[in-house]
C-alpha cells in the first residue's frame, strides 16, 4: 500500500490517524515536530504527507513553504488544523498543499482525503514518469538556418576598375575576374612597385608577373597610364657592364 507520513505535535493525533490508516493497510510514519519532519523527508519519499498547521518550532505552512522553495515536496499534501481559518487554508493551498481538514477530523472525512490525495500523487507520478521518458527518447530539435531564396545571382563593381564579378558565370571565370581585380587594386595601392605588390600578394616577383601575363592584366604607370604586361619582361635584377668592352 502507500507510505504515508503524519507531522502533529499532538501525540493523541497522531496515534488516531495511525491507527486508522495501519488498518486501511498504509504503511505510515510519525513526526512531532517539524524538525523530526525535515529529517524524514530528507530521508525518504512518501505518498502522502498530513502536514499539522500550529506545531511550536515551525507552523505547517512555513515547512510546506521551505519544502517547495527547497523542491523536495514529491508528493500531495493535506494541511491539518483545529483551529484554522479561510485564511490559512488559502495560504496553503498557494504554498501546494493539496486541500485541508479541519479538527476534529472524523474517519470518513479523513478516509476519503486520504483517498483522494493518493489518486491525485498516483496521477503526478505517472505525468512526470512519461514526462522524464519522452525528455530521454526525444531527439534534440534541430533548428534549420533560414536562407533567403535569391531572386537572381548578384553582378559586383569592383570600385576603381573595370572588373565586374558577374556571379552567373562559371567558378574558374569568376576566379580570374576575383584576382584581376584583387591584383589590380594592389597595384594601385601599391603605387605599382612591384616589389611591394609581390610582398603583399605572399607571391614571388617571377611569379607575379607571370600571373599578370596569364590573367592579360595591364599594370597601370605612376602616371596614370595602361600598358599591356604581356609586352612586359621583369627586369634584370643588375645589368652588369664588362670591363672587356674597355680592353
Not at 524538525?35 to 524524514?40: I, K
Not at 538556418?145 to 564579378?165: A, Q
Amino acid at each position: 500500500m502507500s507510505k504515508i507520513l503524519i507531522v502533529d505535535d499532538e501525540l493523541g493525533i497522531r496515534e488516531m490517524l495511525s491507527d486508522i490508516l495501519t488498518d486501511e493497510g498504509h504503511t505510515v510514519y510519525t513526526a512531532d515536530s517539524a524538525e523530526a519532519a525535515r529529517v524524514f523527508v530528507l530521508q525518504d519519499k512518501y505518498d502522502l504527507i498530513l502536514l499539522d498547521i500550529w506545531m511550536p518550532d515551525t507552523d505547517g505552512i512555513t515547512l510546506l513553504k521551505e519544502w517547495g522553495q527547497r523542491k523536495l515536496l514529491h508528493c500531495p499534501v493535506v494541511m491539518m488544523s483545529g483551529h484554522g481559518t479561510i485564511e490559512n487554508a488559502v495560504e496553503a493551498i498557494r504554498f501546494g498543499a493539496l486541500s485541508f481538514l479541519e479538527k476534529p477530523i472524523s474517519m470518513q472525512k479523513l478516509l476519503s482525503t486520504v483517498e483522494h490525495a493518493l489518486v491525485v500523487g498516483q496521477r503526478q507520478n505517472t505525468f512526470a514518469r512519461y514526462q522524464q521518458q519522452k525528455e530521454k527518447t526525444q531527439e534534440p530539435a534541430v533548428i534549420a538556418p533560414t536562407v533567403h531564396r535569391l531572386e537572381s545571382l548578384p553582378v559586383l563593381k569592383i570600385p576603381g576598375t573595370d572588373i565586374t564579378l558577374d556571379f552567373n558565370r562559371p567558378l574558374k571565370e569568376l576566379r580570374d575576374d576575383f584576382e584581376k581585380a584583387y591584383l589590380s587594386c594592389l597595384m594601385s595601392y601599391e603605387n605599382c612597385q612591384m616589389t611591394k605588390v609581390a610582398r603583399h600578394a605572399g607571391l614571388e616577383r617571377t611569379h607575379l608577373y607571370r600571373k599578370l601575363k596569364l590573367l592579360n592584366l595591364e599594370i597601370p604607370r605612376l602616371g596614370g597610364d595602361m600598358h599591356k604586361h604581356a609586352s612586359l619582361k621583369e627586369p634584370l635584377a643588375t645589368n652588369v657592364s664588362s670591363d672587356t668592352d674597355h680592353l
